[in-house]
């Protein structure tokens, strides 16, 4: 049975119910992006997923940068620019898309 499976997503792909996330899931979400998950990648994932956890929303890409800004020991224009290089085609595209977040509604993409 594929991650994909019986999983409930909108039109554009993004989960109806982020709980139903795995990483198996993500790891699905992302090749049908063309992405392969690297170490930061899922420093990036498992953050959200955590930050979700705990507020119930989906973090704004400040606090992600600033997270992986700490893991890099970077600053946090360093961070944002290197999450835009693991997920080239955005922060709601593909960053929200894969940490199973629900399709954030008028964000700023970046």
């Known amino acids: 049975m594929s991650a994909l499976e019986d999983i409930a997503v909108d039109t554009e792909g993004y989960?109806?119910?982020p709980d139903d996330w795995t990483e198996?899931?993500?790891?699905?979400?992302?090749k049908l992006e063309g992405l392969a998950l690297s170490d930061e990648s899922w420093v990036v994932l498992r953050f959200m997923r955590d930050y979700y956890s705990e507020h119930k929303i989906a973090p704004d890409i400040r606090h992600v940068a600033k997270h992986l800004a700490e893991h890099l020991d970077s600053d946090k224009q360093a961070a944002k620019a290197r999450i835009f290089e693991l997920f080239p085609y955005?922060?709601?595209k593909q960053t929200c898309k894969i940490a199973g977040m629900k399709r954030p509604r008028a964000w700023s993409t970046g």
Do not use: N, P
């Not at 198996?24 to 992302?30: D, G």
């Open 90 to 92: 955005g922060y709601v």
């Open 24 to 30: 198996a899931l993500a790891e699905a979400l992302a």
């Open 15 to 17: 989960l109806i119910e």
